[in-house]
C-alpha cells in the first residue's frame, strides 16, 4: 500500500472509532458521552430533596452524561469522604449541595490541585477563595426569608403584638441562615413581632413536630409559625392538631418550598403562605457542566425562577405540580 493511501485509512480508521465514541451514550450530545460527574447530595431529609435527586438523576441520564451519586445522610464528613473518592476517581466534574457553609477549603483544595471544577448546587460555601468552585446554582434564601417577612407584616398589619416561633432548617447550613436572616430583618423594624423561639428541626417532619409539641408547651400562646420547609410545617401542623388546636386559623403557619403535600397543606388552608424555593435543577447543571468541560465561561451566580402562594394560588397550581 502506498504511504498516501496507508495515511487515509489510518484517519478513516480514527473517524470510525470517534463516531463509535460519539454513538455510544443515551441521547447525550456528541462529545458528552465521556463525562462523567460526581454529584455529593446532602441526603434525603425533605421532599424537596428527594425531588431535587430525583430532577439531577432524570436530566443526565437524559442527557447520556455518567452520574456517580451520593447522599451524605445530612453528615459534612459524609461529604467530605464522597468528595475526596470522586477526586480519586477522576471525574470530569464535581457537583455538590453542601450540608453546611463552612469548613470545604481544604478538599475543594485538593479538587482544585486535581484540576476538576466544582459547581455548587442548591446550598452555597463561605470562602475567602473565589477561585474553589466555578459557580452556584441556587435559590437566594435570604430573599425567601424576606419574602416571608413581608407577608407577615402584611397578614398582621392590625395586630398589636405578634408572638413567632421559628423552626429553622439544619444550623449552620446556607438556607437556614439566610431564612432567619431575611426573616428578622423583613419584622425588626416592626416592635409588635417578637421571636419567642427559635429551634432547629433539621428541615426534617419529625424535626418539626418535635420542636413544635415543645415549643406549644412553652408558649401556648404562639400566633406565628414561620417553618423552614414544608416537612417542618407539616410536622408543626400535626403537633398543632395533637394539642386540639387548628393550624391556619389560631395559629398561622408560613412554609418555604411549595413541595406537593405543603401545597395540599396550604389548600386545605392549614399553612397560610408559602416561599417558593425550586428544586429543579437538573437541566441547568446538566447545561453547566457542559459548558464547563468545553471550557467556556459560565455566570457566578445562577438563580432559578422561584415564586410564592397563597391558598387560592396553591388551589390553582396544585393539578399541574410537579413535584
Ligand atoms: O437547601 C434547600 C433546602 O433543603 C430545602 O428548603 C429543604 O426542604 C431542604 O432540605
Known sequence: ???????????????????????????????TSHLVVGFAQVGAESSWRTANTKDIESAFQHAGI????????????????????????????????????????????????????????DRAISTD?????????GSDFTKEGEKAGVWAKKEFAAASSVKVLEIEGTTGSAPAIGRTK????????????????????????????????????????????????????????????????RPGKQIKVISVDATHDGMEALAQGKINFIVECNPLLGDELVKLVKKVTAGKSVPRRIEPPERTFTQEQAIAALPTRKY
Open 1 to 31: 500500500m502506498s504511504r498516501r493511501r496507508l495515511i487515509g485509512a489510518a484517519i478513516a480508521a480514527c473517524a470510525t472509532i470517534l463516531l463509535a465514541g460519539c454513538q455510544a451514550g443515551h441521547g447525550g450530545s456528541p462529545g
Open 66 to 121: 455518567t452520574l456517580r451519586f451520593s447522599d451524605a445522610e445530612q453528615q459534612q464528613a459524609n461529604q467530605i469522604a464522597a468528595i475526596r473518592s470522586y477526586i480519586q476517581q477522576r471525574v470530569s466534574v464535581i457537583a455538590f449541595s453542601p450540608v453546611v457553609e463552612s469548613g470545604w477549603d481544604t478538599v475543594l483544595q485538593e479538587a482544585k490541585a486535581a484540576g476538576i471544577p466544582v459547581i455548587l448546587t
Open 129 to 137: 477563595d473565589p477561585s474553589l468552585y466555578v459557580t452556584r446554582l
Open 182 to 245: 431575611g426573616f428578622e430583618k423583613e419584622i425588626g423594624d416592626d416592635s409588635k413581632f417578637s421571636i419567642v423561639d427559635s429551634q432547629d428541626g433539621g428541615f426534617t417532619r419529625a424535626g418539626g413536630e418535635q420542636v413544635m409539641e415543645a415549643q406549644l408547651k412553652a408558649h401556648p400562646d404562639v400566633d406565628l409559625v414561620y417553618a423552614q420547609n414544608d416537612d417542618m410545617a407539616l410536622g408543626a401542623i400535626q403537633a398543632i392538631e395533637g394539642a386540639g388546636e
